[in-house]
């Protein structure tokens, strides 16, 4: 910040307290010029009273820290007029005898509103702060799930691509179908990159379009994986909020069944409608969740590959609203999607 910045601020800062100072000085004299003198002084009361009046216009001062939220700072600002003006007049209480004509009611009367305005004034600024709060943890949050999905399925990709370049070296009958692959595999790393960019759309395709293009894509990543997609007729339009992050969900699931089903790995995607939500059952033709890992698959540091495969999938789902379980199976593993939807 220049120091021509900083100055503007303080001055920005006092034009609040200068201009309520100007006013108070000019009530103070003309209650002084009209009102008939008041015979009993009492020094005691009126530096007390004086007292309590500095106090108040330091925070009328402090209140102007409040501005950049204009609802609590103007009733914080009216409230603390309120009380400082009953303030004054019961300094000058004690030099004149005071009388508005108002049915007995004094200024002072009202330091009950004033304050109560000054507590809604706090409570709402308060309030402000906890959401500011709440929403600072919630970036933080989204960006370490950010940076451990780019280690984690970078990492995957990356070592994917790298093998499929050595084995097309080393087989080059298999050369053409093995750069496919490796070419997919590029292209989902710049995908992922993409998601995280500030440019990255929401919810930008409808859902079933958008497990299409992944299966297929995961298809050619994956040479050897198959996947089926049955879906009901009434969600072909369904649209669902966050298809970028739910992409990156399946292809980490595509991406499991292709290491963990063997040499002829397939996927099974069925979809249907539930009231405002879709339900997706992922099974494969795997050997299944050991049993020592079920009650704590999506928990981090269940698995074998850095302890985040799963777990990652979770939190995506539940960033976009969606939750996962698994479903018991003879073989397999079958996972439980539900995905809040517009139709």
């Not at 999905?149 to 995957?156: F, G, P, V």
Request: aromatic share 8%; hydrophobic share 45%.
């Amino acid at each position: 910040m220049t120091e021509l910045t900083q100055e503007k601020k303080y001055i920005d800062y006092l034009i609040g307290p200068l201009f309520l100072l100007a006013i108070s000085i000019l009530y103070s004299i003309w209650i002084l010029n009209v009102m008939n003198p008041s015979s009993n002084v009492d020094m005691d009361r009126v530096i007390q009273k004086v007292i309590t009046m500095i106090l108040l216009c330091i925070l009328v001062i402090v209140s102007q820290r409040f501005r950049e939220y204009r609802i609590a700072y103007f009733l914080m600002f009216i409230g603390l007029t309120i009380v400082l003006f009953g303030e004054i007049e019961n300094v000058l209480d004690e030099f004149v005898v005071i009388n508005y004509n108002l049915s007995g009611w004094d200024l002072e009367d009202f330091s009950a509103l004033g304050l109560l305005l000054v507590g809604l004034g706090i409570f709402l600024y308060t309030n402000r702060l906890d959401k500011i709060r709440l929403k600072t943890e919630q970036n933080q949050r989204e960006t370490e799930l950010y940076a451990t999905l780019l280690r984690h399925d970078l990492r995957n990709d990356l070592q994917a691509v790298l093998g499929y370049i050595e084995m097309a070296e080393s087989d080059e009958t298999r050369s053409k179908t093995l750069i496919e692959s490796a070419r997919m595999a590029a292209t989902r790393m710049s995908r992922l990159v993409k998601t995280f960019s500030l440019q990255s759309e929401s919810s930008d395709k409808e859902l079933l379009s958008m497990i299409d293009e992944t299966a297929i894509a995961a298809e050619k990543t994956h040479p050897g994986l198959t996947i089926s997609i049955n879906a009901d007729q009434n969600i072909m339009k369904a649209r669902v909020y966050g298809t970028s992050l739910i992409q990156v969900a399946l292809e980490n699931l595509f991406r499991n069944a292709s290491q963990y089903c063997g040499e002829y790995p397939h996927v099974d995607v069925n979809l249907r409608r539930i009231s405002n939500q879709i339900e997706m059952i992922i099974s494969d033709n795997g050997p299944g969740i050991p049993s020592n890992l079920i009650d704590r698959i999506f928990l981090r540091g269940s698995s074998n590959e850095g302890g985040i495969g799963l777990y990652l999938v979770s939190t995506i789902l539940k960033g976009c609203g969606s939750t996962i379980e698994l479903l018991d199976a003879e073989s397999g593993a079958n996972f439980r999607i539900l995905l809040p939807a517009t139709f």
